[in-house]
């Protein structure tokens, strides 16, 4: 965020996802956000959308019944989208592919919003046989696709699409990735009552095609065939790819980089509280208000836990509907790039270990996964290996933890002049409440409360982010992931929250307990009083204070209980060996850490509330430093 046009994307960005959702009444509840180095030539964007359906409403994107009609529904067809997303994921960034940027496709959320409520009207009906989206390729994909998974043959002519511009070839309607356009099979007998309630809706429903019985994807331009292929060779009999992977030299070098020996680390206690300053400040920490407060997370009035918490919590069913009740879900987005980079087996397992921790933590048992699985060019085969070690650490953690992956994507050549972003395979999760009232969230709530430590901290600060902000060095291994460990911590999580003894609860990650701590008193306004034993931890016997403080050792989470119910709560982490540690007490306007950290929580909020703002906007604070010096 130091150069003026990673503001501007970023601001863009920001301000595109709120203009989008905003638009279409659906709540934008949470997300996260990373910088690095890595991304400044190609940024990322991952988005995660959940919706509500009952099983039996199921409707699939396969294709069936010779005779019966191709209706493509909502906008037309233009050249907007030409080139978009199926290009731009099948090439790295160079000087002239600088060029083929604004073929990204322009979208229209007003319209969307109609294709919603339209598609919803269409399926309650049941007037459908089939319904599927056009996505990257559009009609290409969306078309052989659905013919590929029916075992039937679809014929399209592309003088019935209809078009915004003039002249546009058959390649071109055909690849167009113009946005707010579904591609439903029709009966004949209800192709009138589907276009009736296109056009109450504002959109146009138009018989493209049909479905056949030859198992062949024919395209014509009126009575000429233009293109005529088996539809299961463009969707799913493609061959396979079967790249070289190698693992990157570097690795060697980075996993033998020792943090505690390369540098000389503050163990002064004005030092390490002006380092939890610098790390509150970081962009990578900082409070995310400013993003999220540019979104309506509340529409619908189904949001339980508002943004800036572990997870969003949203009930089931939709209030503002009239439908309300008892059950709900947790989700959470998650994906450090950096512990990817450094380890892609491990960094990918961190990803779904962190995202279950932080639904957990909130009072959701993990029900499912969803991946975005950001990479550099699969011709490098550096690149390639740590695609296959992140999807086998990933696979690995799953299993473990009997999660499935039920959908996701693939994003390649995520390069810019020859260098690939750090490897990305964002996590979506997931959970399940019972009683949605029985949710928790990280903000300590009331002085006295007894703080306790579930999980062990170690000296683990490869990849952290105090390397990467104190010393501006990002090397050594990240931490490892217990996968017996972390699944026996969420169990302790959720017990202790499903019999309503945890008063808060929150996950250690990304700048380790001090930050943990740090983010608890600021979101209750309240201070914490904490004492940390440093007698285990490395070699010697000792933990280092920085280690201490900002190890970012997985498999942790600290929570806050009732003075009456520590015991209880101590009992259920030793039934399921999760070691323990009480370490202080909620209390005061100040966060003190025993001969090592003192601030007031006013100053700490001051500093993590407004730093996200000051990147993107640097002259508004420098503005209001002159200001104040007048």
């Known amino acids: 965020l130091d150069e003026p046009r990673q503001r501007y994307l970023f601001e863009g960005a920001v301000a595109g996802i709120g203009g989008y959702g905003n638009c279409l009444g659906v709540p934008t509840v949470g997300g996260e956000v990373y910088f690095e180095e890595a991304y400044a030539g190609n940024c990322l964007i991952n988005a995660m959308a959940i919706g509500l359906m009952r099983e039996e409403d199921l409707m699939r994107a396969v294709a069936a019944g010779p005779g019966n009609l191709l209706v493509l529904i909502g906008s037309t067809t233009g050249r907007d989208g030409i080139g978009g997303a199926s290009v731009l994921a099948s090439q790295e960034f160079d000087e002239k592919a600088e060029e083929k940027r604004p073929s990204v496709q322009v979208g229209d959320p007003f319209t969307e919003k109609l294709l919603i409520e339209a598609c919803l009207e269409l399926l309650s009906r049941d007037v459908l046989v089939a319904l599927g989206d056009l996505g990257a390729a559009g009609l290409t994909s969306s078309a052989s696709e659905m013919a590929s998974r029916g075992g039937v043959g679809l014929e399209i002519d592309v003088t019935l699409v209809p078009q915004r511009e003039d002249a546009m070839k058959p390649f071109e309607i055909m690849v167009s990735e113009s946005q707010e356009r579904m591609l439903a099979v029709v009966t004949p007998e209800k192709l009138g009552e589907v276009q009736d309630i296109c056009e109450r809706w504002g959109l146009p429903a138009t018989v493209i095609g049909q479905v056949t019985d030859t198992g062949r994807f024919v395209i014509r331009e009126g009575d000429e065939v233009v293109g005529d292929m088996p539809a299961a060779t463009l969707a799913h009999d493609a061959p396979i790819y079967d790249p070289p992977a190698e693992r990157p030299a570097y690795l060697d070098e980075l996993h033998a980089f020792d943090p505690l020996a390369e540098f000389d680390h503050p163990d002064e206690p004005e030092m390490l509280t002006a380092t939890l300053f610098d790390l509150l400040a970081s962009p990578n920490i900082c409070s995310r208000r400013w993003i999220w407060e540019q979104y309506d997370h509340q529409v619908m009035q189904g949001t339980v836990v508002l943004p800036g918490s572990d997870a969003a919590v949203l009930r089931i069913g939709l209030p503002g509907r009239g439908e309300v009740t008892e059950r709900g879900i947790a989700v959470s987005t998650d994906c450090n790039g950096r512990y990817v980079y450094l380890d892609p087996y491990v960094g990918a397992q961190i990803a779904v270990a962190e995202a279950a921790r932080n639904v957990a933590c909130s009072g959701g048992r993990p029900a499912a996964i969803t991946d975005c699985l950001n990479f550099g060019s699969p011709e490098k085969p550096e690149v390639f290996w740590t695609f296959t070690e992140a ?229 508004e604070m420098f503005a209001s430093e002159g200001l104040r010096e007048e």
């Not at 390069?415 to 490897?423: A, D, L, V, W």
């Not at 929150?506 to 979101?523: K, P, R």
């Open 391 to 619: 999807i086998r650490g990933m696979a690995d953690a799953c299993r473990a933890w009997e999660i499935p992956v039920i959908s996701g994507n693939v994003s390649f050549y995520n390069e810019s002049f020859g260098q690939p972003i750090y490897p990305t395979p964002t996590v979506g999760l997931v959970g399940i409440l019972d009683d949605v009232s029985k949710h928790t969230t990280l903000a300590f709530k009331e002085a006295g409360d007894v703080i306790v430590l579930l999980g062990e901290t170690e000296a683990e600060l490869g990849g952290s982010e105090y390397l990467k902000v104190v010393f501006d060095t990002v090397a050594g291994a990240p931490p490892r992931v217990d996968l017996a460990h972390e699944a026996a911590l969420r169990e302790v999580l959720l017990s202790a929250i499903g019999e309503g003894l945890l008063r808060s609860a929150h996950d250690c990650a990304e700048g380790g307990l001090a930050v943990a701590l740090a983010e608890s008193c600021m979101a209750g306004g309240i201070g914490a009083d904490v004492h940390l034993d440093l007698g285990e931890g490395d070699d010697d016997g000792v933990l280092p204070p920085v280690a201490a403080l900002f190890s970012e050792t997985q498999g942790r989470a600290v929570v806050t209980v009732a003075e009456s119910d520590v015991e209880r709560v101590i009992e259920i982490a030793l039934s399921h060996g999760v070691p323990y540690s009480v370490v202080g007490e909620v209390g005061g306007e100040s966060l003190r850490i025993e001969g090592l950290i003192e601030a007031e929580v006013a100053a700490l909020e001051g500093i993590y509330e407004d730093a996200l703002a000051t990147y993107v906007h640097p002259e």
